[in-house]
Each structure stands twice: as C-alpha cells, then as structure tokens.
C-alpha cells in the first residue's frame, strides 16, 4: 500500500487548475469615485448615512471609507446604494469615465427630470405665495 503524499513531501501544494486566476479581493479602486461623491453629499457622520442606507453596520462602512480602504460595498449594498435617494449620485460616480453615448443620453435624462422637478416644486411655492400662503 503506498503513503498519501502531503505538503512536505514530492507532491505540489496546488495544482494549476486551483490557481487564483481573477483580480485581487482586496482591490477596491472601483469605489474610490463614488466616495469622492459620497462624502461631498454627507459632510458629517458619512459611515452612519451608508450603514443606514446599505442595510451594513457602521463598522464595515468605516472600512469602506477608511484611508486606505479596507473593503468596499458587496453587491447587495451596491444594490441598495443605487436604489436610495442617492442612488443618482452613486449612478453618476460609477459610470463618469464611461465614453459609451448612451450614459450621456441616461444624464441629460436624469438632468432633465431633476430640472423638471425643481420647477415644478417652485411653481408650487410661487403659488402658494401669491394665495397669501405661508411656507
């Protein structure tokens, strides 16, 4: 009966098929634009604001936000980031380097919705003004 061969033996520790062959876990440049914007948003209490709006403890959005950075958000907090009120400005963080025409055309769309909303807000205002109103 032969021995089994093990680490310190003739065998290899990994074969070639068990080799990393994507990127680095630890690599977490991706979100490096979106928390630019992120912290021009929350002046304050920035780890706070994502805990409550990706559904995380406050202690991993600290390593997302820590200098250098010891994690980012997984895709379930991506997904919740990107369906919140500042879901717009996580979208624009993300896709700003992108030169394909359709993000052009997605922003004027966004721009253009947000511009219709602020004159839709003031026309409001201006109304209730000019009734004798009080805001």
């Known amino acids: 009966m032969t021995k089994p061969t093990y680490r310190g033996g003739n065998g290899k520790a990994k074969t070639a098929a068990e080799e990393n062959l994507g ?15 992120l912290r021009k948003e929350f002046k304050q ?16 959005c600290e390593d997302w936000i820590a200098t250098p950075p010891r994690g ?9 980031l990107l ?7 996580v979208w624009k963080a993300l896709t700003k380097s992108c030169a394909e025409p359709w ?9 253009i919705s947000q ?3 602020q004159q839709r807000e003031t026309a409001a205002r201006l109304a209730a003004l000019q009734n004798g109103g009080d805001l």
């Open 72 to 80: 980012a958000p997984d895709g379930e907090a991506l997904n919740a």
């Open 23 to 37: 990127k680095s876990r630890r690599d977490h440049r991706w979100f490096a634009p979106v928390l630019v914007e």
């Open 103 to 111: 993000r052009k055309k997605l922003n004027r769309q966004m721009e």
């Open 83 to 89: 369906n919140s009120r500042i879901g717009d400005v």
């Open 45 to 60: 209490k920035l780890a706070a604001e994502l805990a409550l709006i990706a559904n995380r403890s406050t202690r991993v």
């Open 115 to 117: 511009l219709l909303d």
